[in-house]
Every structure is written in structure tokens, then in C-alpha cells.
């Protein structure tokens, strides 16, 4: 039986709500995110994938990143000018972890070393997938891993943050739990976030970032909100629960049927690789709650090797310290955008001369 693009819209919507809503009324951290991520998940591999538009999408990671930049005050600034040694260590040892899974997976020849090592970056997952696009990789591959890797982190960082997370949230959009579903809002505050989210997408498009939807409204939000020209940021609970959803839609798309079968044969190992990264990064996270005082819960959020935008969603929606989170999130971003790139091309050339075939090739 065919259903039309408005009944398959429909379901997908009506779905989303009674999972979204029922996760969120349940007290699981970025519930609002879940729950659609599962219902786009379950009509992807019935073979009716339902897309947002890019522009949504866009418009969903820009208020996001709007989000982000309400945790990044000047006390925030201040903490990374004393404890900048911390936050540079976290990102990088991050970064050591997740590159060495992929050299891992090269190593072991359970995928070519190409797509092992762009579908191991944290953090950056189109730019990966469009490099590994355009040095003729399999970048299915590359998106398959990484989402798979976005949707594990997720899941468990959201599950961790429910029993450990002891701590409150900063920010004015950060407690979005605190905020009206609809009015009333602050004008002002309202005003000035979708200001942000409006001209940080237009910015960051303009300078070229790698991922403009979220790291321009980030960028612009954070200087002025940490310099003082804007004091806080607020929008609808309503709002963001529609950011949540379309980013969970965003997600949860990439799972098409198509790409479950090219990949069946690693994915058990990729299953394994996924969650011995979240087993380290978490060994790190025991370690960085101890130096820098923090919530394990915190300290595993922010060393957590997911995308920005979900860890996000999963920090603000948590009794976490959402200033920390994501100031080390942002941290490892720019250790990714100034070393990921050439490390990766160099590693992959590393393993350019032993080819392994994939699925299709068997």
C-alpha cells in the first residue's frame, strides 16, 4: 500500500510527538531529540525516508547553535583563560581516541583506511563525508559509521546524564526544561536569539565554516554574549522542541535500508569500535572530573565523541554543567577544523596501498 507524502509527513510527525513527548515526560535527557530520531529511524528502513528540507534543517542547527552560545558567558571565557590546559587536553585526548579507532579498524582491515579514519572523526561529519566524496572513497561508508557512531553516543550520553547528572545547567536557554512551551518569553532576549540565529547562519555561510548552520550562530552568539552585548537568550519551549525534532529527523534519515545492507558485514565491527570509543572517552571522563572538579556526568558529555548539536541538545535537557560541556565540545571543534583534515588525509594515505573490498565487491 503507497501513502502519499502528506500521510507519510503526517505519521512521521504524529510519531515523533507521542515518542518525543512521552521521553521527555519520562525525564530522558534530550527526549524531545530522541524520540524523533526513532521515528525517522523506523520509516528510513521501512524504505519511506522522510528528509526535512535543508532549509529546516539549517534553521534547526542555528538555534541550536544559539543554545550553545547561552552557556558561554564571560565566567565562561574566565574558566577557559585559567583552565585552558584542561579543556585543549580534553579535546585532543578526544581526538587521540576516536583517529586511533579508525587506525584500528585500518589496521585490522576491517575497513579500507579512507573511510575508517573519516568515519572516526568526532565532530565535522558532512565535511567528512564530502572529503571522503571527493578523493573517490565510499563515503556511504563514511556517513553510515559516522551516524552510527552519533546515534550510540547519543543514546548512552543521554542515559549516563539521567543517573549521574548532578549538577545545574547555566544559560538562559541552557534550562530549557524552565522555559514556557509558548509565551510568555522575554521580548527582548527572544528577539536577540533569533537575531543570531538569522545572521550567525548568514555569517557563517559568508566566511566559509565548515559547518555554518551551527558554528556561526555559535561564533556570533557566544562574542556577544561573553562581551556583554546581549545579556540572555530565550526562545518558546515550543521552539526548541521543533529544532529537536528536525535535528532527530536529521539523523535518524541516514538509515535507509540501502545503506544497512552495503554495510552488514562490518557492522557488528563497528558496533564494537563505537563503544570501545565510549568506553575510553568515558575512562577519560573519570579522569577529568577528578582534575576539574566536575560531574562525571559533565566530564563524559563534554569529552563525548558525538556531533556538537545532539551533545548539545542532551547537555541542555541534563543536570550537567552545560558551560563546561560545551566549552570543551568547542575546544576539540577547533583542534578538528585547525589538525582533522590533515590528519586524516595522512593517515588514509597511510593505508591508500591496502585496499579492502567492500560488500558490493564480495
Known amino acids: 500500500m503507497k501513502f502519499s507524502a502528506v500521510q507519510r509527513w503526517s505519521a512521521l510527525i504524529a510519531l515523533s510527538l507521542v515518542l518525543g513527548i512521552g521521553g521527555d515526560r519520562l525525564g530522558i535527557p534530550a527526549g524531545l531529540m530522541l524520540g524523533p530520531m526513532f521515528a525517522a529511524i523506523a520509516f528510513a528502513l521501512r524504505n519511506k525516508p522522510t528528509n526535512a528540507s535543508p532549509g529546516l534543517f539549517a534553521a534547526a542547527q542555528s ?5 550553545i552560545a547561552s552557556s558561554m558567558g564571560p565566567e565562561v571565557v574566565a574558566r577557559f583563560a585559567s583552565d585552558w590546559p584542561i579543556f585543549v587536553g580534553g579535546a585532543f585526548a578526544t581526538l587521540f581516541v576516536a583517529f586511533g579507532t579508525g587506525v584500528l579498524l585500518a589496521s585490522l582491515r576491517i575497513l579500507p583506511g579512507a573511510v575508517a579514519i573519516w568515519g572516526s572523526a568526532p565532530g565535522l561529519a558532512t565535511a567528512m563525508v564530502l572529503m571522503a566524496k571527493d578523493s573517490g572513497e565510499d563515503f556511504r561508508m563514511v556517513a553510515f559509521m559516522t551516524y552510527v557512531r552519533v546515534v550510540m553516543v547519543t543514546l548512552g ?3 549516563l546524564a539521567m543517573v549521574l547528572g548532578d549538577e545545574s545547567g547555566t544559560g538562559a536557554v541552557a534550562s530549557s526544561a524552565s522555559q514556557p512551551w509558548f509565551w510568555p518569553v522575554a521580548p527582548l532576549p527572544l528577539v536577540a536569539t533569533l537575531a543570531v540565529a538569522a545572521g550567525g547562519l548568514v555569517l557563517g555561510r559568508l566566511v566559509r565554516l565548515p559547518a555554518p548552520n551551527i558554528l556561526g550562530p555559535l561564533v556570533l552568539g557566544t562574542v556577544l554574549h561573553a562581551s556583554g552585548v546581549i545579556e540572555a537568550f530565550a526562545v518558546p519551549r515550543a521552539l526548541l522542541a521543533l529544532a529537536y525534532m528536525i535535528v532527530g529527523w536529521g539523523i535518524g534519515a541516514r538509515f535507509t535500508l540501502d545503506t544497512i545492507r552495503r554495510a552488514r558485514s562490518v557492522f557488528p565491527a563497528v558496533l ?6 565510549m568506553a575510553t572517552c568515558f575512562a577519560f571522563g573519570l579522569l577529568l572530573s577528578r582534575v576539574a572538579g566536575v560531574s562525571i556526568a559533565t566530564a563524559y558529555l563534554a569529552t563525548s565523541p558525538g556531533g556538537m548539536d545532539s551533545i548539545a541538545i542532551v547537555a541542555a535537557s541534563s543536570p550537567v554543567d552545560v ?8 575546544a576539540r571543534m577547533a583542534a578538528i577544523l585547525l589538525t582533522g583534515p590533515w590528519l ?4 588514509a594515505r597511510h593505508f591508500a596501498d591496502k585496499p579492502i573490498p567492500t560488500p558490493e565487491d564480495e
Open 157 to 159: 550520553a543521554s542515559a
Open 63 to 67: 538555534i541550536v547553535g544559539c543554545l
Open 323 to 330: 558551560g563546561f560541556v560545551m566549552t570543551l565540545q568547542t
Open 344 to 347: 586524516a588525509r595522512t593517515i
Open 272 to 277: 564494537i569500535a563505537v563503544a570501545a570509543m
